[in-house]
């Protein structure tokens, strides 16, 4: 049986010379990869931009983390007044304002790779699904995907909340390990929301793939950030609903 926790995030920041520690977050989630959620979370929210901003991740009590941010970081506290609580099966809901779903300070993706080929596209559900060690154990976690150009893997998490998978993936890109995510295609393994467009976009995917449907918002984001968003995709077919230069098909 897939395990489901809670998982508190707390945020820790220097004000006025002395340390400030709020709950942020509740998550329902996989126990795990858990500094990774958080600061994947930080990141695919918009309260952190890179790795330099965070100083110490670190464990504040049993289900409970607190991630440490350095002296000058500002964060915007009324932006944590929302204290979303989040469940295993949806973000967005939690989120307790549409101000919350804004993305201000981020640009549309240029015309750049990566330039990946249908084949190579066709292969990836099986790699998927093949690399994911928890679900056939218990078939009951979802996965999130990153893999280069040629369709190598190159990082995946399991975690029963689809949104936390992705957030483990975008941690572990921000905290280094020489991934490339604007040359990179991040998979899910279920359909694709508003949120996960939003969150690829803050780790700095430009191709985002599914096995499930995309949502109409989850569209009309990937249009307005030029991200190349698929759906559908199998070992026989799959919809292009964005920026289709960077699929590559066999010439006719």
């Given at each position: 049986?897939?395990?489901?926790?809670?998982?508190?995030?707390?945020?820790?920041?220097?004000?006025?010379?002395?340390?400030?520690?709020?709950?942020?977050s509740i998550t329902m989630r996989t126990p795990g990869q858990d500094a990774e959620l958080a600061v994947g979370f930080l990141c695919t929210e918009g309260l952190i931009r890179s790795a330099g901003e965070v100083e110490d991740v670190r464990e504040a009590?049993?289900?409970?983390?607190?991630?440490?941010?350095?002296?000058?970081?500002?964060?915007?506290?009324s932006r944590l007044e929302r204290h979303f609580y989040t469940s295993s099966s949806c973000g967005v809901c939690g989120k307790a304002s549409l101000e919350a779903l804004k993305m201000d300070h981020e640009k549309?993706?240029?015309?750049?790779?990566p330039f990946i080929s249908q084949e190579v596209l066709r292969g990836l559900p099986?790699?998927?699904?093949?690399?994911?060690?928890a679900f056939a154990e218990t078939g009951g976690l979802h996965a999130a995907a990153l893999f280069d150009g040629a369709g190598s893997l190159q990082l995946l998490r399991e975690d029963v909340g689809r949104h936390n998978a992705v957030d483990k993936v975008a941690g572990a890109i921000l905290r280094g390990n020489g991934f490339r995510p604007g040359e990179s295609l991040l998979m899910v393994s279920g359909r694709t929301s508003f949120e996960i467009l939003q969150k690829a976009i803050r780790a700095g995917v430009?191709?985002?793939?599914?096995?499930g449907a995309p949502s109409s918002l989850a569209v009309e984001?990937?249009?307005l950030f030029n991200v190349t968003l698929l759906g559908f995709l199998s070992?026989?077919?799959?919809?292009?609903?964005?920026?289709?230069?960077?699929?590559?098909?066999?010439?006719?």
């Open positions: 049986v897939a395990v489901e926790e809670p998982l508190e995030i707390q945020l820790s920041v220097l004000r006025e010379g002395r340390r400030v520690e709020r709950p942020l009590g049993r289900n409970r983390i607190c991630v440490v941010l350095r002296e000058g970081v500002e964060v915007d506290f549309p993706f240029g015309d750049a790779g099986s790699r998927l699904r093949g690399s994911q060690e430009p191709v985002l793939a599914a096995v984001l990937a249009n070992a026989q077919r799959f919809n292009i609903y964005s920026a289709p230069e960077r699929v590559l098909f066999p010439a006719q």
